[in-house]
Nanobody
Framework: QLQIVESGGGLAQPGGSLRLSCAISGFTLDTQPIGWFRQAPGKEEEGVSYISTSDRRTVYAESVKGRFTISRDNAKNTVYLEMNNLKPEDTAVYYC??????????????????????WGQGTQVTVSS
């Protein structure tokens, strides 16, 4: 059974950095994009960044381009999100997700499909001075 566990959230000051980790187990990934979406209080979910399982191609939301970097360690079956130059508007619960319903080219814009996609319990990121 596919399991996803996020870690690494916390409190950071504006301009600071955090690194999120996502450990995936129980499933052999094939072509599914893996990545992160976030949800702030009172707002809809927002795709943040994804990495391709097959060729490591990456995609980012415009709001995080140049500040966030996604990577993966196949040996550890873990995906990371390095977040730099954090802004208060980055405050949200960040969820790691395996997208069975989408491709790497559509993952940022496509909404999550409850029937097919999987995600973890989320980790809180708060950016405040």
């Amino acid at each position: 059974q596919l399991q996803i566990v996020e870690s690494g959230g916390g409190l950071a000051q504006p301009g600071g950095s955090l690194r999120l980790s996502c450990a995936i187990s129980g499933f052999t990934l094939d072509t599914q994009p893996i990545g992160w979406f976030r949800q702030a209080p009172g707002k809809e979910e927002e795709g943040v960044s994804y990495i391709s399982t097959s060729d490591r191609r990456t995609v980012y939301a415009e709001s995080v381009k140049g500040r966030f970097t996604i990577s993966r360690d196949n040996a550890k079956n873990t995906v990371y999100l390095e977040m730099n130059n954090l802004k208060p508007e980055d405050t949200a619960v960040y969820y790691c997700t395996v997208r069975f319903s989408s491709s790497i080219d559509q993952a940022i814009s496509d909404e999550l499909d409850l029937r097919y996609d999987h995600w973890g319990q989320g980790t809180q990121v708060t950016v405040s001075s």
